[in-house]
C-alpha cells in the first residue's frame, strides 16, 4: 500500500515536468551558455583592462581620451563652426548633454542666420537675372545652380537646427542602450574620424579657394577692364553684382563675404552627411563588435533579443536622421554630379594661364575627391549594417533560436541607408552606376568635342 | 484506499492538461494581452472622443464630416465630372451604396460616350492624314500621339465602365472589414485630398488652356493667312481640319469642342490614376494606423491574423485596381515622358513672343509637376504597403508567433504597386530612373543643338 | 479495488493517447478536410461534366478533344512542319507516346538536314565575301547576321534533335504526374494555341516573303542591269552569288531555294521558342488551377507536398528545356533587337516606290510584332510560376504547415523563366528594357539623322 | 494488489517515454537513414573504386593523378612563372605542403621585384611626361593606362604575396574539412584546368606578341626615321624613352625587356583571376558533388549541419580572397574595357598594311575573348554557389529540418561572388551589361563615325 503515495508523489511529480517539458531544455542550455559567456567575459575585460593603464597623459589628450563616445559630444565643435557660418543655429552643441541643447527663434544665431539667408536670396536674385539676360546652357547656368542650391541649404539647415535637439535625445537613447565600448580608444574613434575628415575637408576647401583667388586676380589682370587690379578682380567675382550696380567698395566687401561663406556651406552640405553617416556607421559597428566578441559562442536567446532590438533601434535612428538630411543629401549629391560634368567639359578646353591650370585641376580632383569621400562614407552605413549578418551566419546549430532567426531575417530584408529623399539609397552600388554615368557621358562628350571658347571674359567667372 | 479515487481524479484531469498542454500558454497570454488592448482602446476612444465634440458646424461641414469614409463616396463627385467629358457613362456615381451602380448600353450617358469617341476617331483620322502627309519626325508626331492617346483612354474608360459596379462592390466589401477609423476626420482625409487633386488639376489645366488660346490667337494674328481674326485662331488650332476641307462655322466649333473635350481628357487620365493611388493608399494607411496604435504591445494571433487577411484583401483590391486601370496608367505614363521631351526640345529654341513664353513654360511646369504628382502619388501605394514591415518589427519577442512570421514575410516579398501593365511597378525607384531618362536626352540634345525652326508657321500648333 | 483495473486501462490508454499527442490534431483535421474536398470535388466534376455532354461533333473536332494534353502531341503537327523544312529530324513525332521517339544519324531526315546544313554553309562563304569586299558599316553586315543565325540555329536544331526523344520523355513523366485536366476543352487548350500561334506566324511570313519578292522584282526593273525581268530578279536577290559566278539558271534556283528556306527558319526560331513557352506555362497553369479549385480550403499537409514536388517538376523541366533551347532563345532575340534597330535606322530614307513601302512598313510591324509575341510569350512562362504564390497566400491559418511554407519560399526565391544562354532571364521587365534601349537609340538616330543612301542599286537587297 | 507496482513501472516508463517523446522521432530516423546512407557511400565507393584501377601509368601522369587536389598545389607552377616576371615573391610555392609557404623582405626574390617595380615607374614616368606633352584625348592616353595599371598590378602582388602564406594555410584549413574526392580524376581536374587556362593564355599573349612585332618592324620601316631598321624598331615601341633621351643600345634594351615583362604582367592579372575563380568554383562544386550524392535521400540533421558550416567556410574563404585580389579584379575589368573601346574605335579606321590588320584583329579576338574568359570563370563562382540550392530543392519532407532551411536560407539571401573592390559583383549579369555598354558606344561611334588619322607615324604606338 505505500507504492499508492509514492505513486501519487511521482504523479504530482510527472504532472508538473510534463508542463515544463518544453521549458527544461533551454533554461539548462541558457544557463550553461550564460556561465560560459560570464567567464569570456571577464576574461575580455581582464584583457582590456591592463593596456588602458597608460602611466602619463597630457590634459588635452585624456579629455579627448575620457570622451563618453557619443555623437552629441563628437560633433559640438563641427557644429560650432558651422554656426560661426550661419547655419545650424542651436544652443549648447558644447554642452555635455543632448538635453542642453534648444532652439530658439529669437536666439542672437538664429538671427544671423536669418539675416546671412535674406543676403544670399538678394544674391541670388541678381545671379538669376545676369542668366536669363544671356543665352543659356548646360555650363551658363552654374552661378545658379551654386548660390540656389547654397540658399536651399541653408533653409534646410536652419529647419534641422529645430528638430536637432529632439535628435539628439533620440540619438542619446539609442546610445545609452547599446552594448558599452570596451576601451577609451573605441570611444575616441568615431569623434577623431569625424574632427579629421572636417579638419581635412576645410583645408582642401581654403586651399582651394586661396588658388581661386590667385587664378581670378592673374584673369582679371588679363581681362582688364579697368586700371584699379582690386576693382579688377572684384568685377569678375562678383559680375552679378555689378552687372545691375556700378562698382561700390562696400558692393565690393559684401560680395566678397557672399562669396566666402557661401563656398564655406558648399563645402560643409558634403561634410555634413559625412558626418552623419560617421556616426551612423559607427553605432553599427559599436553593435558589430559586441557580436564579433560572441562570434560562434552559444549565447542565450535572450542576448538575441538585445541585440535585435539595439539593432531595431539604431535602424530607427538612421531613418529618423535620413528623414532630417535627405533634402541636403540630394542636393549634395545632384550638386557634386553637376559640378562634376561642367568641370569635366571644361577640362577639354586649352587653359589660359598656368594659374588656372593649377586651380582648375586642383579644384577638379579635389571635387571628385570629395564626392567620393561623401559616396564611400555614407555608403558605410549601409556596408555596417549588412555586416551584422556575418556573425549571424556563424551562430551555432544548439544556440540557433527563432530571435536568432527573426533577427537575421530583418538583416536580409531591410535596406537600411541614408538616401536622396528616398529615391535612391547611398550604396556601393551607386557610386558604381553615377561613376559610369560619368564616364559615358564624358565619352560622348570628347567623341564630338569641338573647342568651345568658355574662358572668354564675358563668361561669369567664379564657380 | 481513499487516495486512490483522489489519484483517479488527478489522473484524468492530468490526462485533460495534457491535452490542452500547448493550448494553454497562448490562451492565458491572449486574456492578458486583450484585456491590456481593452484597456488601451478605452484609453485611445476617450482621447479622441474630445476633440471631434466641435460646438457648432456648417451644415456642409458637417455632411463632409458625415462621410462614412469610402472609396465610392469619395470618388463621386470627380466621376460626375468625368461623366460630363463623355468619360465613365456609370450611373450611381453619387449614391450612398455601390450597389446602386450599375452601367447599361442604352443609357444616354454611354450613348454620349460612344458619339464623341466617334467624334475624336474622325479628328483622329484627320490628324494622321495630315502628319503623314508631312515629313515625319520626333516632333511632327505629336498631335498623332496626342489624339491617339486620347482616343485609346475613352475606350478604356468606355470598357472600365462597365467593370466599375463589381469594382466598387469588392472594393466595399473590403473596406467594411478594415479596422474603424477612430475620428470623423479621418474618414473625411481620403475624399478630401481627392477632391483637392481634382480641384487644383483642373484649375491648373482650365488655367493653361486660356493661356494656349491667348498664345495661339497672338501667334494666327502673327501669320495671319486670313483678315478674319477668329478664323485665322481656329485655321491654327485645327489646322487638320482645315488640311482637307475649306473653313467654316461649324466645323470650328467641332474642332474647338473637340480641343477642349480632348485637353480635358488628357489631364483627366493623370487625376484618374492619382485618384486611384490616394485611395489604395488611404487603405493601407487605414490598416497602418490600426497596426500602430497597438504597435509593441503583446497582441493574440488573432489579431495578427485578422490584419494579415486585411492586408491579403487590399493586396489582391490594388491588383483588381491595376489589372482594370493599368493601360491607362501605360499611356499616363509614356504620353507625359513623350511630352516632357518634345516640349523641353523646343525649350531650345527662341520664342516668337512674350504671350509664347509664358504660355510655353507655365505648360512645361504644369506637365512636369503633374508628372511628378502621377509618380509620387502612385509611388505612394507601394511605400504605404511597406510601411507595414515597420509596425511588425516591433512586435515583442514574447508576442512573435507563426501568424506574425507569415505576415511580415508576406510584406516582405510582395511587391504591391500600380503598373504599367505589368512591365513596369509605379515606385519611387521609377521616377529616378525616367528622371535621369529625361536629363541624359536632354544633354545629347544640349550638346549637339541647333535650333531647329521648331517655330514656324506651317507647324501644328494645337498641342 | 475495481477502480485499479479501470486506472490501469485509463493510463494504458492514456500512454497512447500522450504518444499520438501531436498526431490527433493533425488527423483529424485531414479527415474533415479531405472530406469536405470530396465534397467539393464532386461538386466541381458535376459542374463541369455537364458543358462537354455536347451532343453532335464532327470527327475533326472530336479527335481535337480527345488529345490528352500532352506537350507531345500538341508539338507533332508543328515538328512535321520543321522536318520538311530541314530542321529538327526527329523520327515519330506524331506518335501517339515520345517513346516512339528515335533519333537516327542514317535516317533519311537527317541527311537531308545535314546537305541543308552544307548548302546553307557554302552560302555563307559567299555572303561573307561580299560584305568583306565592301566597306563594313551597321547595315551592310546584315546578309552576314542573317545567314550566320539561320546557319546556327540549324545546327542547334540538329543537337537538340539529338536530345529530343530524351526530353520528351521527361516531359510525358511530369505530364503524367500533374494534376488531370478537369474538362477536354482544357486538354485541347495548349495544342489549340500553339497550332494558331504557329498558323498565323508562317501565314504572316508567308505574305512577308510574297510581298519582298513583289518588291524586289520592282526593285530589279528600276535598277535593271539586263533585259530578262527575271534574271534582273535573280541578281538582285542572290547578289552573294552572282558577286563571284556569272548568272546560271540552277544556281538562281539554288539561290531562291536558299532564300525561301532560311526565311522559314529565321521565322521558325521565334515560332519555336514560343512554342516551348507555351508549353511551359500551361503546365504552369494545369498546376495553378488545381490550386485555384481549392483556394482557401483547409487541405491536408500531404495535398501541398505533392503540389510542391509537382512545381519542383516543373522548374526543373523548365530548366532542362531552357539548356536545350537558350542559344536559340539568344539568337532569335539578339536577330531581332538587330533587325528592328536596321529596319528603324532605313525607316527614316525615303522609299523608292509604293511597293518598297507596302513591304517596308508590313514587314517591320510583322517583325516588331513576332519580336513582342516571342517576348510575351516567353515571360509568360515566368508570370505564371509566380501566380502560384497568389493561391499559397490564401491558405488559412489553420492549414497553414512547414510544407506551405516550404513551398511559399521556393516560389518566392526561385526565378524560374526561359533565359538567353543565362545572361538575361526572359521576363516581363526585359521587355521594356529591350524597348527602352530601341527608343533610345531611335531617338538619338532621329537628332543626327542625315539622309544615307540605303536604297541604292549595289546595296545587297535580300534581308 | 499485484497491478500497483505494475503501474507503478509503467508509470516510470511513461514518465521516461513523455521526456524522450520529442527524441524517439527522430532517432530512429536518423539511425535507418545513417544506415541507408551507409549502404549508399559503400555502393558508390565500389563503383568509383574499379575505374581508378588502370593497369600501367606512365610516371608522370601517375605524379598529376596523385595530387590530392588542393589548391595550393594546382597553383604551384603558375606562381612559379609569375616569380620569374617579378610578381608574387613567395618562397615555397612548389612546396607540398603550405605552411612551407614564406615571404621575406630580404629574399632574391622580393629585391627583383622591388627593383623591376622601381624600373616601372621611371618608365611609367617618363609616358606620363610624353602623354602630357601631347594633346589629351581618349586614344592617346592608352600608354599611360598600360604601364599604370602594370604598376599598380605589381604592388597589389607584393603586398598579396605577403598575405599569400596566411590566405594558402586558410584555404587548406577549409579544404581538408570539405568532403573527400571520390576519384583520382576530381582530384586532378582543378590543377589541370588551371594550366590549361594558363598556357593557352601564355602561348596567345605570346602569339600576339610575336604578332606585335613584325607588325611594328613593317611600321618602324614604313615610317623610317634612320637607316638602321632595328634602332627604327626601337624607336617606335619605345617613343616614350626616346622622347627625352638620344638612341643608345642599353636603353633601348631596358625599353624591349620593360615591354615584354609588362605584357606579360598584362596578361597575367586576367590569368590570375580566372586562377582564383577556378579554384573557388571548383570547392563549391567539390560540396555541390557531395550533395548530388545524397539528392533526395533521407539525411539526419547533422549532415546538413555539416554541409552548412562547409558552404559557409567556403564562403568566408570567398570573402578573403576577394578582399585580397580585389583591386586587382578591378584593374583587370576596366583595363579590358577601356582596351576593348579603343581597339574598336580604332577597327573604324583603315589600316596602314596587312600585317597591321592581321595583328590588331589577332589582338582584338583575343583581348575580346580573354575578357569573356575573366568574366564567365569569374562568374562561375557566383554559379556554383546558387547551384548549391537546386540538391536542396529535393530534400524530402521527411528530413526537411531547421537545419536545411537554415542552409537553404542562406544560400538564397547570401551573394557569393567576386567582386571589383565591392562595387560590382561578377555575374553573368554584369557579362551582359558590359557587353551592352559596348555595343551601344560602338553604335554611336559608327553612327557618328569620321575617319581618324590614328594611324600615324607620330602617334605612340607600342600597346
Redesign the interface.
Known amino acids: 500500500m505505500k507504492?499508492?503515495?509514492?505513486?501519487?508523489r511521482?504523479?504530482?511529480r510527472?504532472?508538473t515536468?510534463?508542463?515544463k517539458?518544453d521549458l527544461v531544455h533551454e533554461s539548462a542550455r541558457k544557463k550553461a551558455l550564460q556561465e560560459s559567456c560570464e567567464t569570456y567575459k571577464n576574461h575580455m575585460d581582464n584583457e582590456f583592462e591592463v593596456p588602458i593603464k597608460i602611466p602619463k597623459l597630457s590634459r588635452s589628450t585624456k579629455e579627448a581620451f575620457l570622451s563618453d563616445g557619443s555623437f552629441h559630444q563628437a560633433v559640438g565643435r563641427v557644429l560650432i563652426v558651422a554656426e560661426f557660418f550661419a547655419m545650424m543655429p542651436v544652443k549648447g552643441v558644447t554642452g555635455k548633454h543632448p538635453s542642453n541643447l534648444s532652439f530658439s527663434w529669437r536666439s542672437i544665431r538664429t538671427c544671423f542666420s536669418l539675416l546671412f539667408i535674406a543676403s544670399s536670396l538678394a544674391n541670388f536674385g541678381l545671379s538669376l537675372f545676369k542668366v536669363l539676360n544671356n543665352p543659356i546652357?548646360?555650363n551658363s547656368v552654374k552661378p545658379i545652380i551654386f548660390r540656389g542650391s547654397v540658399l536651399l541649404v541653408l533653409m534646410v539647415a536652419l529647419n534641422l537646427a529645430r528638430q536637432w535637439p529632439q535628435l539628439m535625445m533620440y540619438w542619446h537613447t539609442v546610445e545609452k542602450d547599446l552594448p558599452q565600448y570596451k576601451t577609451q580608444l573605441a570611444k575616441w574613434k568615431m569623434g577623431h574620424t569625424i574632427s579629421m575628415v572636417m579638419l581635412v575637408g576645410m583645408m582642401l576647401s581654403f586651399a582651394e579657394h586661396i588658388l581661386s583667388m590667385v587664378s581670378a586676380i592673374n584673369y582679371a589682370s588679363f581681362c582688364n577692364r579697368t586700371a584699379d587690379p582690386i576693382q579688377n578682380y572684384f568685377l569678375r567675382t562678383n559680375d552679378e553684382i555689378f552687372f545691375v550696380a556700378s562698382y561700390s567698395a562696400p558692393l565690393a566687401v559684401w560680395g566678397k563675404f557672399q562669396n566666402v561663406y557661401s563656398t564655406f556651406i558648399w563645402n560643409y552640405m558634403d561634410m555634413f552627411v559625412m558626418m552623419v553617416s560617421i556616426g551612423l556607421a559607427s553605432k553599427f559597428q559599436q553593435l558589430n563588435d559586441d557580436l564579433r566578441n560572441f562570434k560562434g559562442m552559444n549565447m542565450a536567446p535572450t542576448y538575441w533579443?538585445e541585440r535585435r532590438i539595439q539593432y531595431?533601434n539604431i535602424?530607427i535612428l538612421c531613418e529618423k536622421m535620413d528623414n532630417a538630411i535627405s533634402l541636403i543629401t540630394m542636393v549634395s549629391f545632384s550638386n557634386n554630379l553637376y559640378f562634376i560634368?561642367v568641370q569635366l567639359l571644361r577640362s577639354l578646353n586649352t587653359m589660359p594661364s598656368v594659374a588656372h591650370a593649377v586651380y582648375f585641376y586642383f579644384s577638379l580632383i579635389f571635387l571628385i575627391g570629395r564626392t567620393l569621400a561623401v559616396s564611400l562614407y555614407s555608403a558605410s552605413v549601409h556596408?555596417e549594417s549588412r555586416l551584422t549578418?556575418r556573425y549571424l551566419?556563424?551562430v551555432p546549430?544548439e544556440s540557433?533560436c527563432?530571435?536568432v532567426?527573426?533577427f537575421?531575417?530583418?538583416v536580409?530584408?531591410d535596406v537600411v541607408a541614408l538616401s536622396g529623399m528616398?529615391?535612391?539609397h547611398l550604396t556601393?552600388?551607386l557610386?558604381?552606376s553615377v561613376a559610369?554615368?560619368i564616364v559615358?557621358?564624358e565619352?560622348?562628350?570628347?567623341?564630338?568635342h569641338e573647342d568651345n571658347d568658355l574662358w572668354d571674359c564675358n563668361q561669369s567667372y567664379y564657380s
Not at 565619352?443 to 564630338?448: E, P, R, T
Open positions: 507504492f499508492l503515495p509514492k505513486m501519487g511521482k504523479l504530482r510527472l504532472k515536468k510534463v508542463r517539458l546652357s548646360f533579443s531595431r535602424c560634368c556596408d549578418l551566419r556563424c546549430k540557433w527563432p530571435e532567426k527573426r537575421s531575417e530583418e536580409i530584408s528616398k529615391f535612391f556601393r552600388n557610386v558604381l559610369g554615368t559615358t557621358y565619352l560622348v562628350l570628347i567623341q564630338f
